[in-house]
């Protein structure tokens, strides 16, 4: 273990008078912030869950308001009109596909621009950077011609690769991050041991990086599962669409019906902040069990 | 000691993907010098495959009319029938695109990518002119005949998508605008009738402010629809019919921003910067008194507005001009969606979709759809007893007309119509003169 | 350390799968966007060559430059304000205070909703004719600040910023999570030399998570520099231009078939990122533990 100095300024010892005074201020300012983003967090979902159960009407006039009725006629709308579950389910699964994928891609080059030198290293870390920020509503013509002629237009595998590809950049420069903080020392002591290329790698350094590669995934299925633009150029029927769909049905041309949109919304994030709640426990479970670093 | 290990294994591969990458992608370089892509598109092959096979022909529609949209109903039952009636020979299948402006792009990146939809629809905006530069499109001069053009509102196919002498687009759903008011708040100060002069309307907002209620909606966000129609309604009420003709050097175009200025000190306060659903839930909320829309807002006054309000809206034709070029009783209307298809190899398959269109346009499926949705279309229906009260009058007043003009979206380049939500915002806010406004547009124009 | 037969292989497969998709949906489409900005070119019709015609246009528009200072002064915030905030609350909830769990999954919520839900709600919240913060001005009795705060020249691009600052929910678990990893005998250790709560996280804390700090920063300002649907959804750039950012700029021009000029936006917003990212890392790197 790489041994870290922890600097700490002589002065430390403080009166254990100021200090009561201090962590009691402190308690309450602790408080006051989580509170704070707390309210704010959770505002705009109550907001979205109350109108849900309102009319347009009321929406508009009282948007702040309780409705005078409850409208649960809109969860029906929503279940019925816009074939929710199909869609939902093809947002499950391009999404975590899309994620899979593209977290091992970005932690295979990762480990490669991370921890060896080779030429051609620097140009391709300049590259994928530079991709970080490409404005990806330029590329639509060019996109939609790849996929066409790959023959993978309105298939659930279109949208997962370029989903996998338009995260890459995002996802590498994510995880060379953490790569490079893992101490050199743990893998040469692999190599003594005699652990080849792939050996490190899978043993040692992904281990090592799950901070990294789970921050990455999180950021990863998050753009797959609120990306539009791509998911309606490249398909053209339910079978084949996402969840982004069923939210943006109850748009049309001349106005929005936003006490169904906002239905649809709930529905659909209700599952995935079960599934947050579930699959961070075991994130943050895994990452303290396999804290080795430092 | 520095190690490094050769890319030149990589880099050999990733040379050879980028062979990969320009075989595959033959086609798609930028055209520089008028290399049109003409590679069958994958979908197109599959095609082809189908009707070696003596299979139906599909047909591939992507559409707005779906979901919550007014036409949708129709739409889907014209469809069901038809392909019944043609079970076996030809399958329309739908594509439902219910948001418009994702819709508008992709029918867009479609054509551009050399790959236009079988059957699609546009409005009067910029995209319509890549359409017909595009030369994918289909031309129905010889389906015209004068059958089918007998079923349409007289001179409107000899006007409208024509390009080049081609008939590259037919004239679907109308557009016509006039102004919407509650006739009980006009009441309340004391009006029977919509004011016929810009004098006698300003008059009235006075006592509309001075009850507390919003005069007319405004709105500057998003393409400032509303907004849009005023200046439109007024632009052509100074300088007549064929304003957008003489171009923005038009002094109309000054004096209307004048008025238009004027609009914005009778309006709500949350005007600028407004989305289309301020004004329009100011007067669903009868907190608005004066609101200009289209026929496809009828429906939204009985849904969504408050208890009654229905039977209050009552609608007239913009007031006049004194002095402009305009007359009185102008209305403002455009081509709301044109019928495209995309040009076809296969003689079988254009006759399909030329049925399928007709099969649209047919006078009776027009009316049904006319009477559910209450849009307006450019197919001869005529009105009838049991024709919702406020479209009936839509239909008259605007035969009645003596001109309908177009409006600023449509007969502006797109790039002063991209421009003028902010252009108008800055005039509302006193930030622009109204010449500086009407500066700020033709700046937008030679970009 | 040595760089083996063996690596040399691995690495070469390692590298052939991103690489080939990196060439299919980057290079390949960027090279075409380099190329067409120097045409002036409608996307349909012939192009015609116009060399740097584009670019000097470009900087020549005064809504280009308010869009670049826009997404810089966004970036900025991002990484220097909303980050920081992040990096506090994780640091507090790394206590395990009463409740943290939930906290911890109330911040992360407002990321999961669609970004159309929380641009309704706030340009309900901003509106003066019935939005909430007038009325809560009201009822503290500062009607006298009450406005229309996104279609004001001088609030609606402050208040595009300030909405937007606080949800931190995802740099707030992306640094909770490193904090969380973090071996409790540091602490001990701190803790025997007598350092106190705070001292531990400014002396153990965060020398330990300036890995995650940095990836969230720059993470931030890339969003900041790539700003988009909440701009468009909101104000559309207005009122008047003043809240335009580069992307929506590249939008609206692609809406004009201006194919060549929106092509040139997208490498200015290339490299202006680039120059803003690079800045960022070399604050940065004398402090960067790289080996």
Request: glycine share 6%; net charge neutral.
């Amino acid at each position: 273990m790489a041994a870290i100095d922890i600097k700490l300024p002589n002065e430390k010892k403080t009166s254990v008078e100021t200090n009561k005074h201090l962590s009691v201020i402190l308690n309450v300012l602790k408080w006051i912030v989580l509170m704070f983003f707390a309210i704010y967090a959770i505002f705009p979902i109550l907001w979205l869950l109350i109108s849900s159960f309102k009319t347009n009407a009321e929406l508009m006039s009282e948007p702040f308001g309780l409705p005078a009725v409850w409208q649960f006629g809109n969860y029906l709308n929503a279940l019925k009109a816009s074939n929710l579950g199909i869609l939902f389910a093809n947002s499950v699964f391009i999404s975590i596909a899309a994620t899979c994928i593209n977290i091992m891609l970005a932690g295979m080059i990762s480990y490669c621009i991370a921890r060896f030198t080779f030429k051609g290293k620097e140009i391709i870390f300049v590259m994928f950077s530079a991709g970080i920020l490409v404005p990806l509503n330029a590329l639509m013509v060019p996109y939609f011609t790849i996929v066409n002629k790959l023959g993978l237009y309105d298939k659930h595998i279109g949208l997962i690769i370029v989903y996998t590809a338009i995260g890459i950049p995002v996802s590498t420069f994510i995880v060379r991050g953490f790569m490079n903080g893992i101490p050199r020392e743990v893998e040469e002591a692999a190599i003594i041991d005699g652990c080849g290329f792939f050996k490190r790698f899978f043993m040692i350094i992904l281990p090592l990086s799950k901070t990294g590669l789970v921050t990455a995934a999180t950021f990863q299925f998050l753009t797959c599962w609120n990306e539009f633009v791509y998911s309606m150029l490249l398909t053209s029927s339910t079978k084949v669409r996402t969840i982004q769909l069923g939210i943006r049905y109850f748009t049309n041309q001349f106005s929005t019906d936003f006490v169904s949109m906002y239905a649809a919304i709930i529905v659909s994030i209700i599952p995935s902040v079960i599934c947050y709640m579930l699959f961070q426990e075991q994130i943050i479970s895994g990452l303290t069990s396999g804290a080795v670093k430092g | 000691m520095k190690m490094k290990v050769s890319l030149k294994k990589s880099l050999s591969v990733l040379a050879a993907s980028g062979v990969l990458v320009s075989t595959v992608l033959g086609g798609c370089a930028p055209k520089t010098e008028n290399e049109a892509v003409s590679e069958a598109a994958a979908p197109k092959k599959e095609e082809a495959k189908k009707e070696e096979a003596k299979k139906e022909i599909t047909i591939n529609f992507p559409t707005i009319w779906v979901g919550t949209d007014s036409k949708a109903n129709v739409i889907s039952q014209l469809i069901t029938s038809f392909n019944e009636e043609n079970k076996g020979s030809i399958k329309v299948v739908v594509e439902e695109m219910p948001d418009y402006q994702a819709y508008r792009e992709k029918t867009k990146t479609n054509v551009i990518a050399g790959n236009a939809p079988d059957i699609f629809t546009t409005d009067n905006a910029g995209n319509t002119e890549i359409f017909y530069k595009s030369g994918k499109l289909m031309d129905f001069t010889p389906y015209l005949d004068d059958a089918w053009k007998g079923t349409f509102l007289e001179g409107t196919l000899d006007k409208e998508g024509v390009y080049e002498g081609q008939h590259l687009a037919i004239p679907y759903e109308m557009a016509v605008l006039p102004v919407m008011y509650n006739a009980k708040l006009l009441k309340q100060v004391g009006y029977d009738e919509f004011p016929k002069t810009y004098t006698e309307m300003f008059e009235m907002f006075d006592k509309l402010k001075a009850a507390d209620l919003i005069p007319a909606t405004q709105m500057t966000g998003e393409n400032a629809w509303t907004s849009m129609l005023w200046y439109s309604q007024i632009v052509t009420s100074i300088g007549g019919p064929d304003v957008y003709s003489r171009g923005l050097d038009d002094p109309a175009f000054v004096e209307a921003a004048k008025v238009m200025q004027k609009m914005f000190d009778y309006t709500s306060s949350d005007a600028v910067g407004a989305g289309a659903a301020v004004p329009a839930g100011h007067f669903l909320n009868e907190k608005a008194a004066v609101f200009m829309n289209g026929p496809w807002f009828i429906g939204r006054f009985k849904k969504d507005g408050v208890e009654g309000l229905y039977d209050n809206v009552q609608i007239a034709p913009a007031p006049y001009f004194e002095g402009g070029k305009g007359q009185a009783g102008g209305y403002i209307g455009t081509v709301q969606a044109y019928l495209v298809a995309a040009k076809q190899e296969d003689k079988a398959k254009e006759e399909a979709v030329v049925k399928f269109i007709k099969y649209l346009t047919d006078p009776a499926h027009v009316a049904q759809l006319s009477k559910e949705s209450g849009a307006l279309f450019y197919v001869k229906t005529g009105v009838s007893d049991d024709t919702e009260r406020i479209q009936k009058a839509m239909i008259e007043q605007s035969n009645a007309a003596p001109y309908v003009a177009n409006h600023f979206q449509a007969a502006m380049p797109q790039k002063v119509v991209t421009e003028f939500p902010q252009a108008l915002s800055s005039l509302a806010l006193g930030e622009s003169t109204p010449e500086e406004f009407v500066e700020l547009l033709k700046a937008a124009e030679s970009k | 350390m040595k760089t083996t037969k063996g690596d040399k292989l691995g690495i070469t497969l390692f590298l052939i799968p991103p690489l080939a998709l990196f060439a299919l949906f980057f290079i390949y489409p960027v090279s075409y966007v380099f190329v067409t900005s120097f045409f002036k070119w409608d996307g349909i019709s012939d192009a015609a060559f116009v060399a740097f015609q584009n670019y000097l246009a470009l900087f020549k528009d005064p809504i280009f430059r308010r869009s670049v200072v826009n997404n810089v002064i966004w970036a900025l915030t991002a990484g220097l304000i909303q980050v920081p905030l992040a990096l506090l609350v994780a640091l507090i909830l790394s206590k395990k205070p009463r409740g943290w769990k939930v906290f911890r999954t109330v911040y992360f919520m407002p990321q999961v909703i669609s970004g159309i839900a929380l641009a309704t709600l706030w340009s309900t919240m901003y509106n003066s004719e019935y939005g909430l913060i007038n009325a809560l001005l009201g009822v503290v009795g500062l009607e006298h600040l009450q406005k229309n705060w996104l279609g004001t020249t001088q609030t609606a691009f402050p208040a595009l910023l300030i909405y937007w600052v606080f949800y931190i929910g995802y740099y707030m678990v992306i640094i909770l999570a490193e904090i969380t990893s973090i071996s409790e005998e540091y602490y001990e250790a701190a803790s025997i030399d007598g350092a106190n709560k705070i001292q531990q996280d400014l002396y153990v804390t965060l020398p330990l998570v300036r890995n995650s700090i940095i990836t969230c920063i720059t993470l931030a300002m890339v969003f900041g520099l790539r700003q988009f649907e909440q701009v468009y959804l909101l104000t559309n750039g207005g009122p008047a231009n003043k809240t335009s950012v580069m992307v929506l700029y590249l939008y609206k021009e692609m809406q004009n078939n201006n194919y060549g000029y929106a092509n040139a936006t997208g490498v200015m917003l290339i490299i202006v990122g680039t120059i803003v990212i690079v800045g960022v890392r070399k604050l940065f790197a004398s402090k960067q533990y790289e080996s």
